[in-house]
T-cell receptor
Framework: RKEVEQDPGPFNVPEGATVAFNCTYS??????FFWYRQDCRKEPKLLMS???SGNEDGRFTAQLNRASQYISLLIRDSKLSDSATYLC????????????FGSGTRLLVRP | GAVVSQHPSRVICKSGTSVKIECRSL??????MFWYRQFPKQSLMLMAT?????????EQGVEKDKFLINHASLTLSTLTVTSAHPEDSSFYIC????????????FGPGTRLTVT
């Protein structure tokens, strides 16, 4: 079983749509959770950290369910510029700063 | 702030040669730097963790004699791919962690290596 699993997609949605991505992680001892965005042939960029109580940043909402070892990202009012691959990332237990990346979910927002 | 650069951005080399990739933190001191590799349509995989002034620690399955890492200063780490082969062709990305800030990690723009 992969340490971090994501649906690869692609999710093909029209502008203005709401889209949700899910991610599961295998090690219950992980403590830090993130969503990164990666554009084609570029480095990943931090989109947002994910907190236990859930958190929102503009059109983006992240949720964490520790009991189910499940993380989600909701994007409202999708923009063309949201087209990218979204990476679910957790820390490696025992090392707060070593990161384990999911293989990403690809989002395509069409006009 | 928190800018990380990599050089070169793209390199093509012949099989059997060695290639050095530099990772620099431009506006902060990085006690720890990380080297990742990403094959097409796959996830970033951590190769090694580089701490300034000490030996790098390698992830399982990564050959330390093939991927030489040097972290000689708080702003520079280098990865040398020795005796490169076509299967080493990949996107190599470094990241840097500012000292004392555990959850922050900033990525360089990556180096695309093609071995012919």
């Amino acid at each position: 079983r992969k340490e971090v699993e994501q649906d690869p997609g692609p999710f093909n949605v029209p502008e203005g749509a709401t889209v949700a991505f899910n991610c599961t992680y295998s090690n219950s001892a992980s403590q830090s959770f993130f969503w990164y965005r990666q554009d084609c042939r570029k480095e990943p960029k931090l989109l947002m950290s994910v907190y236990s109580s859930g958190n929102e940043d503009g059109r983006f909402t992240a949720q964490l369910n520790r009991a189910s070892q499940y993380i989600s990202l909701l994007i409202r009012d999708s923009k063309l510029s949201d087209s990218a691959t979204y990476l679910c990332v957790v820390n490696r237990p025992g090392s707060s700063y070593k990161l384990i990346f999911g293989s990403g979910t690809r989002l395509l927002v069409r006009p | 702030g928190a800018v990380v650069s990599q050089h070169p951005s793209r390199v093509i080399c012949k099989s059997g040669t060695s290639v050095k990739i530099e990772c620099r933190s431009l506006d902060f001191q990085a006690t720890t730097m990380f080297w990742y590799r990403q094959f097409p349509k796959q996830s970033l995989m951590l190769m090694a963790t580089s701490n300034e002034g000490s030996k790098a620690t390698y992830e399982q399955g990564v050959e330390k004699d093939k991927f030489l890492i040097n972290h000689a200063s708080l702003t520079l780490s280098t990865l040398t791919v020795t005796s490169a082969h076509p299967e080493d062709s990949s996107f190599y990305i470094c990241s840097a962690r500012p000292g004392g800030r555990v959850n922050e990690q900033y990525f360089g723009p990556g180096t695309r290596l093609t071995v012919t």
